[in-house]
């Protein structure tokens, strides 16, 4: 089937997974208008797809809103969604952006964020506080009665080396003197206004808190490690690793990720985090082994330096127990899938 096939082009077998996944859950949406910011970036990507695919597929009568920094560059890219009748387009900033009189939203999912890796620390920390304030208030104010928040496993700060995986309830924070902190420290207030506002409002605000990630329509040249070793690994070349690849990751194929948030916009207790990652702990370096060996490459995997003795390996790695026991979610597709179908989907969407 060719990717302009399906909405975003995203896998056909990807989106039924989705949509059996949520289930009757997906009746909730009929008749609904859904609020989603962040629309256009990867996870957005994955959620708008989905949430057309439900749409059309059960005839759910239902349209979302989508806040975007750049509707018309999103619009060329992919020219098949133009038009879409369920969607209607809004270019604005999350901080700034205001809905009409009118503009009634049931449901709302706040994804707009800034790339951690921002030079500009100050803009991280503003769009993160700002954009999640001024989000509050237009749901607040277009009569939104569930949102869903997406956070970060980044707000527990560094994982300690005695700590196997991180829960929902670990205390640990970012060093809030280290600049290139703004990120989890911003996404540590966004919880928090959500908090309040669920309090003050009697909105429901479950908050999702998202590890690491695989699939179509990650960037393969950016500062993703999967995403770049399954890029040199199509080209046939050695895999670079940067530093000693002994840091610990666990990654969540994207047909689960959005399988997973969507019940926790609907499912999700409110002002309650769940963390949403992968289960399956792989260092760095073991990593490119599993590109290589998943994609048949030819290609090396070539490490910068040696690890130090004695050092403990860095990780960031999520406990899954809590979104398992309350919500029956669990990882479906596992890693060597998730790479396969993420380079067969790269190679396909090549112009």
């Known amino acids: 089937m060719a990717l302009s096939a399906t909405p975003l082009g995203l896998p056909p077998e990807d989106l039924a997974h989705v949509l059996d996944g949520v289930g009757g859950d997906w009746q909730a949406l009929r008749g609904q208008r859904l609020l989603l910011t962040g629309g256009t970036g990867f996870i957005g990507k994955w959620l708008l797809g989905s949430f057309l695919w439900a ?20 619009r060329v890219q992919h020219p098949e969604l133009a038009d879409a009748p369920e969607i209607e387009w809004m270019q604005g900033d999350v901080r700034s952006f205001t809905l009409a009189p009118g503009q009634s939203c049931g449901w709302a999912i706040h994804a707009a964020t800034d790339v951690a890796l921002n030079p500009k620390p100050a803009e991280v920390l503003d769009v993160c506080v700002h954009g999640t304030q001024n989000m509050l208030m ?15 496993g980044a707000v527990y700060g560094r994982q300690p080396s005695f700590m196997e995986r991180l829960p929902e309830d670990f205390s640990g924070s970012p060093d809030c003197l280290v600049p290139s902190s703004a990120y989890g420290e911003g996404k540590r207030v966004s919880e928090l206004l959500c908090a309040m506002a669920a309090a003050e409002t009697g909105m429901e605000i479950p908050v999702a808190r998202c590890f690491a990630f695989v699939g179509p329509h990650l960037p393969l040249d950016r500062q993703f490690a999967i995403g770049n070793f399954i890029a040199a690994a199509l080209r046939g070349e050695d895999l670079d690793i940067q530093g000693d690849g002994t840091p610990l990751r666990s990654y969540l194929y994207a047909a689960d990720l959005a399988l997973w948030l969507w019940t926790l916009l609907f499912r999700g207790q409110s002002s309650r985090a769940y963390n949403v990652g992968g289960h399956e702990s792989v260092s760095i370096a073991h990593l490119a082994q599993r590109v290589i060996a998943a994609l048949g490459a030819t290609s090396t995997a070539k490490i910068a330096r040696q690890p130090q003795a004695g050092v403990p390996a860095q990780a960031y ?22 790479i396969q179908r993420t380079a067969r989907w790269a190679q396909k969407a090549r112009p």
Do not use: H, K, W
């Open 138 to 152: 237009q749901a607040r104010q277009s009569g939104v009665g569930r949102l869903l928040l997406l956070s970060s």
């Open 317 to 338: 790695l999520p406990d899954l127990q809590r979104v398992e026991s309350e919500l029956g979610l669990r990882v479906r597709i596992d890693l060597d899938a998730a």
């Open 55 to 74: 749409n059309r597929t059960l005839a759910l009568d239902a349209r979302v809103l989508v806040l975007s920094r750049n509707v018309p560059s999103f």
